[in-house]
């Protein structure tokens, strides 16, 4: 089975080839379906990385694949969403989860004809992230966890077949990451679409990924990568074994050594 | 409603009485003569008796004001648009806009008398020309601010840009937008008077020069109340209009209280 998003041999710098160097010689190969999680210090390159992966950024060196081809332009098939949620405060959730379906074609071209249909799956994507009937709430009247969740949304509303994102969850509380955790987790396990997760929180990527890739300190490479090999569906009760902390302790370890 | 809300209401009828009454009482008590500070009363008295020609200009000053405010709308956004477009045209244009922008807009009424002779037309140019500046920075601020998360995420959903700037740039622009309307109208109306008092037969300003010459001071005073509430009235105008349109920006409660 060939890698369905593949960088290889890639280096970059921001502000062309005289800038330093934000990820070099970095290579990373995520298959069809799969949850990869990536761990490092802080600017080592993780949005770098994901901001190749989509097309956002090219690289000054080596090659980026996603689904077979060679990345040149932005991604079409990707849902992207970060740490900050980035709702739009003048439409309604609702109309902000619509948003990329206005963008994507064959939706775009489709969307007057087909609104009822894309309200009713947006409605039920809220539906199955506990935001049920919040959608005629503006993105302000909602908590900062609902403002993600609606982002997370948003990045899934037009089916893509790579979900990309970067700490999501960064700026929740523990409970609610957690249930978002699960939601990821069941997205994953329906849709069989494939995950990047950037975090820094290890208990997270262990839960969630498949395999766990750990970046060097800038520029950024893979040091190291672990399967994760918890059988799925995981319960949020195999973060409390020891099996489980090991595992974190492995990483933290890696990382530890990387920050040198 | 309470006592300190009905007191803040009332608060701005209050100074403004409280000033009047100590304006008056000033100019009896130090027997200031009329011809260099008439008090409230002859004002009020030289506001209605000559409410006929008061009324006639600044009913031609607002007319000024108001077009030469519309072509600055409309100018203002569309270069605004253009320079929050691309990098270049910013590039480009930035330094000849600050430097036309620090030219006093006095010293452009005489040759605008020269291209179009003296009365309506420079008053609505000079209108324009003072006006249209803080519309084009609004926009182009506006659309030079978004988010690059957000950029980044309609960008990988194959977004071009003129899809990012109709989602995005635009509707965010909008508060900046009206925002600098209230600023706009202000100077616009500075534009019109400031013109009308150097080259024009009508308006008000040009109403204020001859009551001058002619010594009849509490009527150039008048002049200066009817600008005031004319001023007054177009400015609540454009924050009624950009509370209106953009109340989704104005949820602070920090202006509110
Ligand atoms: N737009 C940019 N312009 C210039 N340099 C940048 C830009 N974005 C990132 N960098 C640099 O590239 C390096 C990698 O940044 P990146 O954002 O990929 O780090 P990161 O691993 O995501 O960090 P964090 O965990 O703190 O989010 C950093 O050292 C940063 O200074
Ligand atoms: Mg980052």
Known sequence: MSAFVALDGVSHAYG????????????IAVQTGEFAAVVGPSGC???TLMKLATGLQFPLKGTVRVAGEAVNKPLKIAGMAFQAPTLLPWRTTLENLL????????????????????????????ASVGLRDQGDKYPWELSGGMQQRTSLCRALIHEPQLLMLDEPFAALDAFTREELWCVIRDLHAVRKIT???VTHDLREAVFLADRVFVMSSRPGR???????????????????????QDIVHELRA??????? | MNRTAIIVRLSPWLFTIGLLILWEAAVHALHIPTFFLPPPTAVAYAFVEFAGPLARNSWITLETTMIGFA???GFGLLLGLLVGWSRTIYAGLYPLMIGFNAIPKVAVVPILVLWFGIGFVPAVFTAFLIS??????????GLATIEPELEDVLKALGASKLDIMRKVGIPRTLPYFFGSLKIAITLAFVGSVISESVASNYGIGNLMLQAQAQFQVPLIFAGLVALAIEGIAMYAAMAILERRMTGWAQRSGFAQS
């Not at chain 1, 040091?223 to 074994?241: H, Q, S």
């Open chain 1, 99 to 126: 948003l990329p379906l206005e963008i994507v074609q064959p939706h775009r071209s489709e969307l007057s004809r087909r609104r009822k249909e894309y309200v009713a799956r947006a409605e039920n994507l809220l």
């Open chain 1, 222 to 244: 893979i040091l190291a990568e672990k399967r994760i090999e918890f059988p799925r569906p995981r319960d949020i009760e195999v973060t409390f074994t020891p099996e489980f």
């Open chain 1, 254 to 260: 890696h990382i530890v050594k990387a920050r040198q």
């Open chain 1, 16 to 27: 062309g080839a005289g800038g330093a160097l934000a990820v070099d010689a970095l290579s």
């Open chain 2, 71 to 73: 072509l600055a709308v």
């Open chain 1, 45 to 47: 390159g993780k949005s």
């Open chain 2, 132 to 141: 249209f500046f803080p519309i084009v920075v609004n926009v182009a601020t």
């Open chain 1, 195 to 197: 995950v990047i997760l």
